[in-house]
């Protein structure tokens, strides 16, 4: 909670409201695992990161104006070391084309989580001015918002309410092993609906959080991708 407190702080009343770093930071002081890795801004460090991460790396352009990085090419997944300084400028370039003002911080590299094995998942929080703070779980990655396959509730949540999002949307089989798949960890994903629900609660001040995708396999959950926005 103080690990939080210290991170909020620190970004209270930024305008630049989208702050993927800290989120990643304000996870893990909730105990909601994130993959190893971390941000860099030059292709040497991103290079040293990905050396001492095991297997390949996926690489992201860290940008407060680009919102959705796969839509402009800004995610490279199973990046081996020795494309890894390329992949960096290649992302940095990309990000430019896009949008040649936009504010570069620099490339996350993280290490890959399995999503052969896995179901990616959505889980969110944004305040409803009747309902307070909303509480969204659904399917995750980059067609959310086709299939919109999602179910609300306002947090705080019991871990019987959580326990039963994971059960209510469409996608529910998935999770627990459709079609001889492995079943994935439903506990570790209730733990985490439990966790942000408590995080939201605790801080006020987070106007919106999304972990997109919140990756379930059958060793656990990984919240890869982050987006928060504070007052
Ligand atoms: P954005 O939502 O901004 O496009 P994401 O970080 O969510 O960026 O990445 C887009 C997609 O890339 C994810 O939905 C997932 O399918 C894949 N991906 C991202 N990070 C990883 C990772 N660490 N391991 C495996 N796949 C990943
Ligand atoms: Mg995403």
Same mark, same amino acid.
């Given at each position: 909670r103080d690990r939080a407190r210290e991170i909020l702080s620190a970004v209270?009343? !930024?305008? #630049?409201? !989208?702050l993927g770093v800290e989120a990643m930071g304000l996870l893990d002081a909730y105990g909601i695992p994130t993959p190893d890795g971390d941000i860099v801004d030059s292709p040497a460090d991103a290079l040293d990161v990905a050396e001492r991460i095991d297997g390949d790396v996926v690489m992201k352009i860290v940008s407060? #104006?680009?919102?959705?990085k796969s839509d402009i090419g800004g995610v490279k997944v199973g990046v081996a070391d020795e494309d890894v300084e390329d992949a960096y400028e290649d992302l940095v370039s990309r990000a430019r084309n896009y949008q040649p003002d936009a504010m570069i911080i620099g490339v996350q590299v993280q290490e890959m989580v399995d999503l052969d094995r896995g179901v990616e998942t959505i889980v969110g929080m944004n305040r409803d001015p009747q309902f307070g703070p909303l509480l969204l779980f659904g399917l995750g990655g980059i067609f959310v918002e086709t299939l919109e396959d999602t179910t609300f509730r306002v947090a705080p949540v019991s871990e019987h309410e959580a326990e039963s999002m994971t059960r209510e949307i469409d996608a529910a089989p998935l999770l627990r092993g459709a079609r001889g798949r492995d079943p994935t960890d439903v506990e570790g994903v209730v733990e985490t609906i439990q966790r942000l629900s408590q995080l939201v609660t605790d801080f006020p001040a987070i106007l919106e959080l999304d972990i997109n995708p919140l990756v379930a396999t059958p060793d656990g959950v990984e919240a890869v991708d982050v987006r928060l926005t504070v007052d």
């Open positions: 209270e009343g !930024r305008t #630049d409201t !989208r407060p #104006d680009i919102l959705h």
